[in-house]
């Protein structure tokens, strides 16, 4: 599995539909998260991958739980992601996860911006 697919895997295990950045349907219902695919190398500094989660609610509760549940995932030293080629190390980046207010007329739209560190173990 290439490592884009790998990273497309991990994020789909959350119950939640998973969109690289740049394919987000149109028509997308929430809740979905959408990833910005960065892409590193071997012997190369980790990179940062923001994450974005995305509700319709009237409630924290639901966000704050799906941050908690991908940090619980990762947890303290990070979580090993085998692709072709050999691992992504995926890490809790700085700062690990914050709310963002959505711009809108619907005060119902919640997000969350997460920062995924991602180090790539693969061979070029």
Request: glycine content about 8%; aromatic content about 12%; proline content about 6%.
């Amino acid at each position: 599995m290439t490592p884009e697919a790998a990273i497309q895997e991990f994020f789909e295990q959350f119950g939640m539909e998973a969109y690289a950045a740049t394919e987000v349907p149109s028509d997308a219902e929430f809740p979905y998260l959408t990833y910005d695919l960065v892409e590193g190398e071997w012997m190369q500094p980790e990179v940062n991958m923001p994450v974005n989660l995305w509700f319709r609610t009237n409630s924290e509760k639901k966000p704050n739980a799906k941050v908690r549940e991908i940090g619980k995932v990762l947890g303290n030293g990070g979580t090993l992601v085998k692709c072709d080629g050999g691992t992504l190390w995926l890490k809790k980046g700085s700062p690990w996860a914050q709310a963002v207010r959505e711009e809108s007329d619907d005060n119902t739209i919640k997000r969350r911006y997460v920062n995924v560190n991602v180090e790539y173990l693969t061979a070029s």
